[in-house]
């Protein structure tokens, strides 16, 4: 049941909605793609910049105490799940983080989102510029419409519309705008390691309006084989004779190795999780050979592999894998793969959990049917709950169409959202 100041923020997002409709297509405006790992000439980062001063006055203008600021990932804290790249470059993708403050009495929350978005891809599978933010069928097309800037749209209009009803929240909101989820998730762990703490937070990636609270881990990796080079239309000798080596002859038992690992993962009892697929690793990039007429000296194998919570050196045992397969051919052991790992934990929380329960609660009494999910990537849940050890739940619109050509955000959904956070907020935060 809704109390009479809770229908009356509902009742006056209803009516409103078509600024909120407005506000995401103002967002899609702002080209904020996710940089590179490796920096290209043709990169443009002004659009961030832009897009965060744009949020910066937003926030302002609701009397939040906004501040915007620039991450340096090399003065970053290091540990082990925290995904630090200190050599990354995050300059000109600002943070911006509002606070407002509560009458006192209530439990505080966070709003985070993130702005950066994936690139469009070829434009050509589009129907629509991805950046124009066209209305067609009742859907707002767009690249970041789903994931996520229909979410922060929602988060921001929520708290709006609370304060346009007359109602006062008894906790403080913090809200954070950050760059680089799709990259590295350094934003949300920088405004962690800044010291922004909450009692929870609510990040409104698209769920299906499910309530996330359990996601598998990342870990990313490139491993080196090594062969010997020759002409590959001479027969050669041996190789311990001074013989040519094949590479990706080599490649291809190490890639096997990931497979049998994965296949065993599948069954294994400490890889499973009530809400989660089991661990898994994919091969998913391979560089190697120079010329059709020469042996290849040298094979680059990248691959992804996500893990459930909780699971411990799972770096190593992909390492002793790979070397126990190594171990079995005599050139891969006196001349063994090198491994480079990079990964970020996973996280979860009970679906107990009172923030998990709020938002489940709001989103069944507006009619919409929510239950705690998994999620086989991660987001920036991750450090809230790991680093900052709050409780942390996403909760949004429909997710197939993320990082696809046509994306789009459904306006009922988005409408049903921003209602769902305002009610969150409320219940969560109360209210006078």
Known sequence: MLSDQERRVVTLIDKNCGEVVEYVRKLINFKTVTPPFEATEEEDRDANKKFQEFIYETLKEMNFEPEMWEIEPSKLEQAPGYGVMADRDLSDLPVVIGKLKGAGKGKSLILNGHYDVVSPGELENWHHDPFEGVVEDNKIYGRGACDMKGGIAAMIKAVEFIQRAGVRLNGDITLESVPDEEGSLMGTLACCQRGYKADAAIIPEPTDFNTLVAMRGYLAGKITVLGRGGHAEITQPHWKEGGAVNAISKAVRIIQALEDLTEEWRTRPDTQHRLLDPNHIVPTVIHGGKWA?????????????????????????????????????????????????????????????????????????????????????????????????????????????????????????LTALTKILALSILRWCGHS
């Open 293 to 413: 007429i020469s042996y290849p000296e040298k094979v680059e194998i990248q691959f992804t592999s996500n893990f459930i919570p909780g699971t411990e050196y799972i770096q190593k045992e992909i390492e002793e894998r790979i070397m126990s397969v190594a171990a079995t051919d005599p050139w891969l052991k006196e001349n063994p793969p090198s491994i480079e790992t990079f990964w970020a934990y996973g996280a979860e929380i009970d679906e107990n959990t009172p923030i998990a329960q709020t938002a489940m609660e709001a989103a069944n009494d507006l009619g919409v049917k929510s239950k705690s999910v998994g999620m086989g990537s991660l987001t920036d849940g991750v450090h809230l709950i790991n680093y900052s050890k709050i409780p942390t739940i996403s909760i949004g619109t429909a997710e197939q169409t993320a990082h696809g050509a046509n994306e789009f955000v459904d306006i009922d959904e």
